[in-house]
């Protein structure tokens, strides 16, 4: 079993940094692909970032591409999403996901099995 812990959110304001971090426990993640996705009230969860194993592979959704960047520590076992230039349509809550058998490019939801809790980002304009 895989236990997933978000951390790092907050409010921020429009223009502003956040980093947001997930540390992994209960097995290694160094075999599994690792994803953001965030999901706002009323709104289906929508994918954000993800990376390969390997860390090699990144993908972003169109809306954070530039902004955004994820990163993993397979020593550590765990991902982060360092975001800047924040924008108000960012706020969400975010969640890290991780799975074994996700396929690139690492965006659908349904293949990732492991979800954390979610962290609130809120982004004032």
């Known amino acids: 079993q895989v236990q997933l812990?978000?951390?790092?959110?907050?409010?921020?304001?429009a223009g502003g940094s956040l980093r947001l971090s997930c540390a992994a426990s209960g097995r290694a993640l160094s075999s599994y692909a690792m994803g953001w996705?965030?999901?706002?009230?009323?709104?289906?969860?929508?994918?954000?970032?993800?990376i390969s194993w390997?860390?090699?592979s990144t993908y972003y959704a169109d809306s954070v591409k530039g902004r955004f960047t994820i990163a993993r520590a397979n020593a550590k076992n765990t991902v982060?999403?360092?975001m800047?230039?924040?924008k108000s349509e960012d706020t969400a809550v975010?969640?890290?996901a991780a799975g074994p058998g996700v396929r690139e490019p690492?965006?659908?939801?349904?293949?990732y099995g492991y979800w954390g809790q979610g962290t609130q980002v809120t982004v004032s304009s």
């Open 106 to 111: 690492f965006c659908i939801e349904s293949e």
């Open 54 to 56: 390997s860390g090699v």
């Open 37 to 50: 996705f965030r999901q706002v009230p009323g709104k289906e969860r929508e994918f954000v970032a993800a």
């Open 5 to 13: 812990v978000e951390s790092g959110g907050g409010l921020v304001q």
């Open 94 to 96: 975010y969640y890290c």
């Open 80 to 82: 982060s999403l360092q």
């Open 84 to 86: 800047n230039s924040l």
